[in-house]
């Protein structure tokens, strides 16, 4: 596998652990369930469930004698990543050169045996691993990798709950608890390395209208719909989407300066329009979308915070809804402040 492949496969994998909450001390109790229950089960000193994330091998749950925290290159797990293993089984870490010299071998762990399960997360992505250890050689029978397949199902069903609680029920995007908290996230990622990010606030032209004249449960049905198009728009795996409210969605899209927001703007305006959804209340006599972006590219602008850069989107929202439907309106935080004049879709 190449540099590049090996970056761009630890970017998603780094994305996914944030989306889900992983490289935070988690609160669920279910993980530490799991390594109890693995613990009870398998004749071994410890299990956990490791996160590999940045360049961490972090513990979110362990059961037994405990596991500090590690660099990834000091970890069975990452070798196991690196063959792309769906299960690693070690007997005797001393007589494997791959493992010989690890700091949990020669170190007061004394780590002999290993044992690791890949755990994915709901887009298929590795994220960590399911592991347990033991201070002797040892050998892992068939009816232990099974207890601890099984063990590994727990763990995934778990993050399938995650996900679930991170999602609006009815579009499938995530939710508008969920943006916030990422948004945040994001505008202080784009701070410390200095980049520009991009927020458009989207908002469905008479969809009230639409409602009062189809009925809501239509309106749900096109929701879904307009939900798809723009999601099917969003390329990129660090771009996000979410619902915001009502009739209004929110996408975030970080590294993302002012000329390719301007023509992330028309995409998403155009997705939508091929839709073709009839609107018998609207003037074009179809739903079309407006869309407010704002962008940040200073690091004065970075600096102000989330709620600055949704404010602006918001500014530019309305002043495209001011100029007609179906139009998009781009700011940067800048020419909001009267520094230069906005670009107009």
Do not use: W
């Amino acid at each position: 596998m190449t540099p590049e492949i090996d970056e761009r496969r630890d970017a998603a994998r780094d994305d996914t652990i944030e989306t889900l909450g992983l490289h935070e001390p988690s609160a669920y109790e279910g993980f530490q369930e799991v390594t109890n229950l693995l613990l009870a089960a398998l004749d071994v000193d410890l299990t956990a469930f490791t996160v590999m994330y940045e360049d961490m091998q972090i513990v979110r749950a362990g059961a037994g004698a405990a596991l500090p925290d590690r660099p990834r290159d000091d970890s069975f797990c990452q070798v196991a990543l690196n063959a792309g293993d769906d299960i690693l089984l070690v007997e005797d870490a001393r007589r494997d050169a791959r493992f010989a010299d690890l700091p949990l071998v020669t170190g007061q762990a004394g780590i002999r045996a290993y044992a690791g399960a890949a755990v994915h997360a709901p887009n298929g992505l590795v994220v960590g691993y399911l592991c347990a250890l033991h201070g002797q050689p040892r050998a892992f029978s068939a009816a232990d990798i099974g207890v601890l397949q099984d063990a590994r199902k727990l763990l995934e069903a778990a993050l399938l709950l995650l996900e679930a609680a991170l999602l609006d029920p009815l579009t499938g995007v995530f939710n508008r608890r969920y943006f916030d908290d990422r948004f945040d996230r994001e505008i202080r990622r784009a701070y410390r390395h200095l980049a520009p990010i991009t927020l458009f606030l989207i908002d469905i032209d008479d969809f009230r209208a639409y409602n009062d004249l189809m009925g809501q449960k239509q309106g749900d049905v096109v929701l879904k719909q307009i939900a798809m198009a723009l999601q099917g728009t969003i390329r990129r795996g660090g771009d996000l989407i979410a619902r915001f409210s009502g009739g209004q969605f929110v996408v975030v899209l970080p590294d993302t300066n002012a000329g390719y927001a301007e023509l992330l703007a028309e995409r998403l305006r155009n997705a939508v329009a091929e839709l073709e959804l009839e609107h018998p209340g609207a003037s074009s006599r179809r739903l079309t979308i407006s869309c407010g972006g704002a962008v940040a590219q200073q690091t004065r602008d970075l600096a102000a915070g989330s709620s600055l850069v949704l404010a602006v989107a918001e500014q530019a929202l309305y002043q495209a809804r001011r100029d007609g439907e179906d139009g998009s309106v781009v700011h940067t935080i800048s020419e909001a402040f009267g520094r230069g004049d906005s670009a107009v879709i």
